[in-house]
């Protein structure tokens, strides 16, 4: 688990830190959190952790579960297929959309995005991988300029990073995917709204079966 940097406030700090475990994995399903010995290993006191933990709980990532505490939540395959379902009919539109009003510093922040992604795979660090994959797909949101679009498809993206951790050790699935995210911008910097909604959506699709596959064969 990442240490704390005092950039945000402690309770910022503190959720981040802990988000990360539970979507990496590195927190598991199931396991009981101990808000001492959380405490001690961030360098924080309890009262960011009680804080961190509640914005969690609110968030459906932990839970509490009588005598043991609070738990990480149980991944659920079901809200997994709910989430991309809304997915392959939504961004795919994102896409276009962006191909039609991307703005002027458009290319500059795809090539800083890409940079970004490219260092985690070669790293193959889940945490930036995680991150990287959340930054091109929240770019592509604010490229469509749609406020209602990105405030939903982000209420979720905590979920998506969760089930996307389930699969993050495989190195194919990993290069695909940023395969797809090459192709994916060389068709919206183009104007090729088409083609981008196209190949969003396929993205998705192989995101979508690979993902299920692994979250199915961990649940065994």
Do not use: C
């Not at 009981?32 to 969690?56: G, T, W």
């Not at 992604?117 to 949101?141: N, P, T």
């Amino acid at each position: 688990m990442r240490s704390i940097r005092n950039k945000k406030s402690l309770v910022e700090e503190t959720y981040d830190s802990l988000l990360a475990a539970i979507t990496s994995g590195e927190l598991e399903p199931g396991e009981r959190l101990n808000q001492d010995q959380l405490a001690e290993q961030l360098n924080v006191s309890r009262q960011p952790v009680n804080s961190a933990i509640a914005i969690l709980k609110a968030n459906g990532l932990l839970h509490d579960n009588g005598k043991r505490g609070v738990i990480v939540a149980p991944i659920d395959p079901q809200y997994f297929l709910n989430i991309y379902e809304f997915r392959l009919i939504v961004e795919p539109s994102v896409a276009k959309l962006a191909a039609d009003r991307k703005p002027h510093n458009a290319d500059a922040e795809a090539e800083e995005i890409m940079k970004l992604g490219q260092s985690a795979v070669e790293k193959a660090d889940s945490f930036d991988l995680i991150a990287a994959d959340a930054a091109f797909h929240r770019m592509i949101y604010q490229w469509a300029g749609n406020t209602v679009v990105t405030q939903s498809l982000n209420a979720n993206w905590h979920h998506v990073e969760r089930f996307m951790g389930r699969v993050l050790n495989d190195e194919k699935f990993i290069k695909s995917t940023w395969q797809d995210h090459h192709m994916i911008l060389d068709h919206i910097q183009s104007g090729k709204g088409d083609l981008a909604e196209v190949r969003m959506r396929d993205h998705i699709h192989r995101a979508k079966e690979s993902t299920l596959a692994a979250l199915m064969t961990h649940k065994k």
